[in-house]
């Protein structure tokens, strides 16, 4: 009989660790974070932003959710901006510019001062387990400590290498110790690895770039942020600038003349980097017909004076890259703080871990963040959450919690790392997703609060608040349904001032509502409408395109029903595809390394023809 030391035990205190720490404590559980440092926890070794293209929608549903990434950044953050304003609500998200300083400090009080949680600094060598489930960790000074499920968020430390020109030396991100030995325990254990690529551009000098020479990018939301329970915004006039600039022919010349000093090109990268996030020399060599490419020059932090040069990320030595940087508009007396860098390091095969993220040789052992083969905090910061939440609900013997691709981008992600697979950093896009309009950044509370709170990380008091908004929303609508506007209506003062003509007859303020332009924050004025009905900003809006875009919406809606009921077959672990009658060889294979729980998941595999599910339904009718 093992005497366990906690229920959880989690490796790694970056965004996805943060966050399965936190589920886990939350939900009761005894929980141990063993990180590295813990003035490193909730690092940003990249980009000093959270949110943007389909990762600000993430941010929402960790939040209705009950995690914590949207909560810490809402308190500090230099700009925000809401993307996509022109285009559908299906597509627009937040992003704001967070300081690398503050937001990491604010997630490390809240790690220290959570109840059910313990933080140790240590590294963990080795993963302890008996012939079908793992029981605990060793560190490096040979302490074991046992729990009884593991959560793995190594993020890019595990056997990381620092590539710079023809130099890689063993570090993880900013410099910091790597995680070495833990990848030979996974190995050991029957776990396939592969090795991806990262990277990330210099810091400038503040006082050292001529802003004259760039065009300036203010934020465009001070009525907004992250977190449904964040109601203090602050002031567009009190947030920071960032600044657009171009690459020269010159930064071209330069790179080329220098591509085979590049770690990338010269053979030295083993790696595969991130197709959607690439380097600039990669730009150049892969988009030789563009002329210029943008960048942007993005403040780090109140407290310090470094700049982010975000779309200049490069492997190339400190000397190239200082003419590099010398060739920008406004850099030519550039003083560079921290040289760009390529970072290589192990994660998972896709084929390793399933929905719940648990890995399949390995019970209790469960994965999350760039381990899983993501790149970025957000989609990390989703995958801890979830891997934190089925790693407790399997100490407590609860089905696994699984989130569909028409109720959340996080279902989207895990449901493509499963099927799909990848050989390269996955990230999230709003293009990966089918039910864009299901899964808008306003309503993520709609869709995912009701769960967080049967999960124990809503409290009940935000719960209640929840309920009571959504039944103001009820009621607003169906006052929208039962009112009419006429001839003599005051209303057609508004309407004539966006270039309708006067109405003629009875209209619906719901047929109103729906017309361009016309916005419910103006129409309820002329609504039977009490205090008791009034709603935030974002709840507003909320409404608005619920009712603006109810024929889409439900379309997709009964879209998304037609597939949830393959959702619902679910397939045996135990049946043999190899030699299924009918079955093209590759479905066989792809099917076989897949092993997938339900039908849909099966029709969603890259390799897996219409067809070929035919031949499987067929097999499962006999």
Known sequence: MINYDYDVIVVGGGHAGCEASFACAHRGDNTLLITLNIKMAANMPCNPSIGGSAKGIVVREIDALGGMMGKICDQ????????????????????????KKRYPHHMQEALLNTKNLTVIEGEVKKVLHDEEKVIGVVLDNGKEIYGKAIVLATGTYMDSEILRGHNKISAGPDGEKPSVGLSDSLKEMGLKLQRLKTGTPQRIAKESIDFSKTEIQYGNVEDQAFSYETHSFIPLKDQIPCWLIYTTPKTHEIIRANLDKSAMYGGIVTGVGP????????????????????????????????????????????????????????????????????????????????VSLMTKKWKGLFISGQICGTSGYEEAAGLGLIAGINASKYIHGEEPFVLKRDEAYIGVMIDDL??????????????????????????????????????GLISEERYQKFVEKKKKMHKI???????YFG???????????????????????????????????????????????ELDNLSEFELEVMIKYQGYIENERKEAQKFRKLENI???????YLNMDGLRLEARQKLDKVRPDTLGQASRISGVNPSDISVLVLNLKK
């Open 76 to 99: 500090e953050y230099l700009q925000m901006k809401m993307l996509n304003t022109k285009k559908g609500p299906g597509v627009q998200c937040l992003r704001a510019q967070a300081d």
């Open 275 to 354: 197709r959607y996030c690439p380097s600039i020399e990669d730009k150049i060599v892969r988009f030789s017909d563009k002329p210029r490419h943008q960048l942007f020059l993005e403040p780090e932090s109140y407290d310090t004076n470094s700049i982010y040069l975000q779309g200049f990320s490069t492997s190339m030595p400190e000397d190239v890259q200082i003419e590099m940087v010398h060739s920008l508009p406004g850099l030519e007396n550039a003083k560079i703080l921290k040289y760009a860098y390529a970072i290589e390091y192990e994660a998972l095969e896709s084929d390793e871990f399933d």
């Open 418 to 455: 499963i099927t799909k697979g990848t050989k390269e950093p996955y990230r999230l896009l709003s293009s990966r997703a089918e039910y864009r309009l299901l899964l808008r950044s306003d309503n993520a509370d709609l869709r995912l609060t009701e769960y967080g709170h049967q999960l």
């Open 477 to 483: 609508a169906e006052i929208l349904d039962k009112t």
């Open 487 to 533: 001839a003599t209506s005051k209303i057609n003062s508004y309407l004539t001032s966006l270039g309708y003509e006067k109405l003629s007859s009875g209209v619906k303020g719901t047929d109103i509502l729906k017309r361009n332009g016309v916005s419910y924050h103006e129409l309820k004025n002329y609504l039977p409408i009490n205090e008791d009905l």
């Open 570 to 576: 679910k397939l045996s672990k135990d049946i043999d």
